[in-house]
């Protein structure tokens, strides 16, 4: 069973940055899509970026702001985060899917347990 663990959340203040990394306990990278999502309370799971072999791909509430980076070798996936805003605030999430990059939640099958950025204004 593929594992995904989260790492690198914490509380910050608008405009500064932040990098989360996820690590995979195996070589899912190679044979997966690999993605970021999150949730803030009372609203449904968003997806903010995704990465194929060949492709990667950036939800429209963060574009130009977050970046994902992923290297298959240390099975490793991080979302460089930028810029950030107050509606930023969520937890987010590292999923890995069968296919290629979708942004329902559902095209997912492996999620980590997820780490909580918290911006301030």
């Known amino acids: 069973q593929v594992r995904l663990i989260e790492s690198g959340g914490g509380l910050v203040q608008a405009g500064d940055s932040l990098r989360l990394s996820c690590e995979a306990s195996?070589?899912?990278?190679?044979?997966?899509?690999m993605a970021w999502f999150r949730q803030a309370p009372g609203q449904e799971r968003e997806f903010v970026a995704g990465t194929s072999r060949t492709a990667r791909y950036t939800g429209r509430s963060v574009k130009g702001r977050f970046a994902i980076f992923r290297d298959n070798n240390e099975n490793t996936v991080a979302l460089q985060m930028d810029d950030l805003k107050p509606e930023d605030t969520a937890v987010y999430y590292c999923a890995a899917g069968p296919r290629g990059v979708v942004t329902d939640p559902s095209g997912y099958a492996v999620w980590g347990q997820g780490t909580q950025v918290t911006v301030s204004s």
């Open positions: 195996e070589r899912a990278s190679e044979f997966y899509a």
